[in-house]
């Protein structure tokens, strides 16, 4: 089946730890993003990448780091830096056409 | 410019009747309109979209609705079920461009 792997469901940090969600989709898709959803405020983007070894931020990277090694992964590591990382992370791609955004089932995370 | 600004931020609607979310945009660049479907828990799901050269477009009980001279469309969902229940998003992107621009959301629930 096609489609977006986010990778874990749920996530506990502590204080202080750096912390790596995962991003995999197999759809063939040049652009991958990353977003975040805290409730009432619908997406916020975080950072965006349109090809391999290459991303942009977007509205809220501070405290987010991002790579592009491979087309089919995009990770996001939630640093220290981020004070209020408690929130809802949706990893979604695209395809060059300008049409349909796919979406992971998300990732939870919680500061403890 | 590039900001997509939704409402309402929550709607009601009665088993069986319309449920109508506006959104506007100021970028007349933007030429693809999607709306996306979200459940709790869950990723966003494209649902429909529309291109500026129609001024609807209907798939079942789902119609957008789109004013380009008032930089406007609207989503309606006609004879609305509990099922529909969840979150909806508008959004907006350009060819050449790199990022959708989502609204804020609005949560609809259905009353059965």
């Known amino acids: 089946d096609g489609g977006i792997t986010q990778s874990p469901k749920y996530l506990f940090r502590k204080e202080g730890q750096n912390v790596t969600l995962s991003c995999e989709q197999n759809?063939?898709?040049?652009?991958m993003y990353w977003y975040r959803q805290d409730p009432g405020q619908g997406l916020r983007l975080i950072y965006y990448?349109?090809?391999?070894?290459?991303?942009q931020k977007g509205d809220i990277a501070e405290g987010y780091s991002v790579s592009r090694e491979k087309k089919e992964s995009f990770p996001l590591t939630v640093t220290s830096a981020q004070k209020n990382p408690t929130a809802f992370y949706l990893c979604?791609?695209?395809?060059?056409?300008?049409?349909?955004?796919?979406f992971g089932q998300g990732t939870r995370l919680t500061v403890v | 410019q590039q900001q997509v600004k939704q409402s309402p931020q929550s709607l009601i609607v009665q088993k069986g009747g319309i449920s109508i979310i506006n959104c506007a945009y100021e970028?007349?660049?933007?030429?693809?309109f999607p709306w996306y479907q979200q459940f709790p828990g869950k990723g966003p799901a494209l649902l429909i979209a529309?291109?500026?050269?129609?001024s609807e477009k209907k798939e079942g009980r789902f119609t957008i609705s789109f004013n380009k001279s008032a930089k406007q469309f609207s989503l309606h969902i006609m004879d609305s079920q509990p099922g529909d229940s969840a979150t909806y998003f508008c959004?907006?992107?350009?060819?050449?461009?790199?990022?959708?621009?989502f609204g804020a959301g609005t949560i609809l629930r259905v009353k059965s």
């Open positions: 959004a907006a992107s350009w060819e050449g461009g790199n990022k959708l621009v």
């Open positions: 979604a791609s695209r395809s060059r056409d300008n049409t349909e955004a796919f």
């Open positions: 529309i291109r500026p050269d129609v």
């Open positions: 990448s349109q090809i391999v070894n290459d991303f």
């Open positions: 759809l063939n898709h040049d652009a």
């Open positions: 970028n007349t660049a933007f030429d693809y």
